[in-house]
C-alpha cells in the first residue's frame, strides 16, 4: 500500500479476535484425535518413536497455528484521509487489495449478529462499501464494530 501525497493514516481496523479464538479451538479439535491415537497405541510402539510421533503432531499443530495466526492478522482495512484500502491475505503468498476513494462511497451496508452484537465480545460482522458501479468495491468479514465504523467513516466523508 503506497500513499499519495497529502494522503494520511487516520485508522488501522484489524479483525476482532472472538473468530480468531474460535479458529484455533477447531484447530485444537482436529490436533486432538490424533494425540488420542497416540495416547489409545502407547502400549504397541516404542517409547521414541510415541515421542517422535507426539513431536511430529505438536510440530504440524505448531504450523497449523502460525499459518492461520498469520492469515488471520495481516489482514486490515486503512482508513486514510482521502480512500479506505482492504488488504486480504488469501495464503501467505497470495494477497488482494482493494481501495475505494472516500468520495465515491455511495453505500454502506453493515451486518453483525443481532442481539449478541450489545456484547463486546460478539460485536463484530460485516462492513461493506457499495460504489456507484453495479458490484460491491469492499467487503470486510469479522469488522471490530462495524456500525461504530460505518459512522466513522461518513463522519470523515463529510468532513
Known amino acids: 500500500m503506497h500513499l499519495d501525497v497529502d494522503e494520511k493514516i487516520i485508522k488501522i ?24 491415537l497416540l495416547f489409545v497405541f502407547q502400549n504397541t510402539i516404542s517409547d521414541m518413536w510415541y515421542i517422535i510421533l507426539n513431536l511430529a503432531v505438536f510440530f504440524l499443530f505448531a504450523l497449523v497455528v502460525t499459518y492461520l495466526s498469520l492469515i488471520y492478522w495481516l489482514d486490515k482495512m486503512v482508513l486514510t484521509n482521502k480512500r479506505i484500502v482492504h488488504i486480504d491475505w488469501k495464503y501467505l503468498t497470495a494477497r488482494g487489495e482493494g481501495d475505494v476513494l472516500l468520495s465515491q462511497i ?23 462499501l457499495d460504489t456507484a458501479s453495479s458490484y460491491v468495491a469492499l467487503e470486510f468479514k469479522y469488522a ?15 468532513q
Open 106 to 128: 455511495e453505500d454502506i451496508q453493515t451486518e453483525e449478529k443481532g442481539l449478541l452484537a450489545y456484547f463486546k465480545v460478539f460485536d463484530y460482522g460485516l462492513f461493506k
Open 144 to 158: 471490530p464494530d462495524p456500525e461504530g465504523i460505518r459512522k466513522f467513516v461518513y463522519h470523515i466523508k463529510n
Open 13 to 36: 481496523y484489524h479483525h476482532h479476535p472472538t473468530p480468531f479464538v474460535f479458529q484455533m479451538l477447531k484447530a485444537i479439535a482436529g490436533t486432538f484425535p490424533f494425540l488420542l
